[in-house]
């Protein structure tokens, strides 16, 4: 619900751009945690957690059918009413822009480093663990 929030937000708010930008962000988000951290990472759900597997998908379905009933009330309470007017261009290309390279470009930059750092901690920690099983299939 938090995650898709925003972009439901600026959808009725009428800023197509700007919720296309998250809907790409988020995509770009859960594609860095699969690659990382689930495939490079080789979890094994049985290891980690052996017999409660049936209970967590039951339980995962439940909490999935309720985020969706959720979002379905919001996007339906946010169409009955009506909208304020917006000033003009909002939402636009070149206001998002202006905004990103000007007043937020130091939080733009500062979140550009966190994941280029994230991103080199993820392979020194699968790169390690790659290492150390080669070490352990030597002995």
Not at 44 to 54: A, D, N, V
Not at 81 to 87: G, I, N, T, Y
Not at 88 to 103: K, N, P, R, W
Not at 111 to 129: E, F, N, P
Request: net charge negative; proline share 6%.
């Amino acid at each position: 619900m938090t995650g898709s929030g925003p972009i439901w937000l600026f959808a009725v708010l009428q800023a197509p751009f700007l919720a296309v930008a998250l809907i790409w962000i988020y995509v770009g988000t859960v594609m860095v945690l699969i690659l990382f951290s689930v495939m490079m990472l080789d979890l094994i759900p049985e290891r980690l957690l052996p017999g409660r597997g049936g209970a967590l998908a039951v339980f995962g379905a439940v909490m999935g059918g309720a985020i969706f009933c959720q979002l379905a009330l919001m996007v339906c309470q946010a169409l009955e009413q009506p909208a304020a007017p917006l000033p003009e261009g909002f939402g636009s290309v070149s206001q998002v822009g202006g905004l990103l390279f000007s007043g937020y470009l130091l939080p733009f930059e500062v979140v550009s480093l966190l994941l280029l750092v994230a991103l080199a901690g993820i392979l020194h920690a699968t790169r390690g663990a790659g290492q150390g099983a080669e070490k352990e299939a030597d002995r």
